[in-house]
Each structure stands twice: as C-alpha cells, then as structure tokens.
C-alpha cells in the first residue's frame, strides 16, 4: 500500500512547482515524487559511477572519421581554429 504525505509550500514553491507541472505535463504529485528519488538517489540506473551506467553506450557512435581516437588532438584544434 502506497503512502500519503502532506508537505506545505511556500506561495514561490508551489508557483514554481505548478509552472513545472504545466511545462512537464505531469501531475504536481509525481513531479515531487521524482525530485525525491533523485534526493534520495533512487533513481532507476542511477546507481554506480557514470561510465559503468553508460558503459552499453560507449563506442556505439560513429563519427565518419576512421582514425579519430588516434588524431583526436589534430581535430579538435582544427576545430577551435575555425571557431566551431
């Protein structure tokens, strides 16, 4: 069984909350639950160091460029030089 909980805002809080839930397009009630698990560390995948939470994603990208890995530093001045 799910548990009630009753916070009080103060009037910019609950300003601020209700603008994040017009612009979310969520209830006020599941914003504040997903603020708490994000507080709390709850958060689904949200365990662990960063790479290892990203690590499926880590060479899955292709950028065109063959030898990037090696020649990275050539690129990115290339890059700063054209002011990109």
């Known amino acids: 069984m799910a548990t009630q909980l009753s916070v009080r805002l103060s009037p910019g809080l609950s300003r601020r909350l ?4 017009r612009r979310m397009q969520r209830k006020s009630s599941e914003i504040v639950r997903m ?3 994000e507080f ?3 958060r689904s995948g949200g365990q662990g160091r960063a790479a290892d939470r990203v690590r499926g994603l ?3 990208l ?3 460029i063959p030898d ?4 990275h530093r050539a690129y990115l001045t290339k890059s700063l030089r054209r002011g990109r």
């Open 58 to 60: 880590i060479g899955s």
């Open 62 to 64: 292709d950028s065109g």
């Open 18 to 21: 209700r603008a994040a839930s």
């Open 68 to 71: 990037l890995a090696t020649r």
């Open 35 to 37: 603020a708490l698990q």
């Open 40 to 42: 709390l560390g709850e």
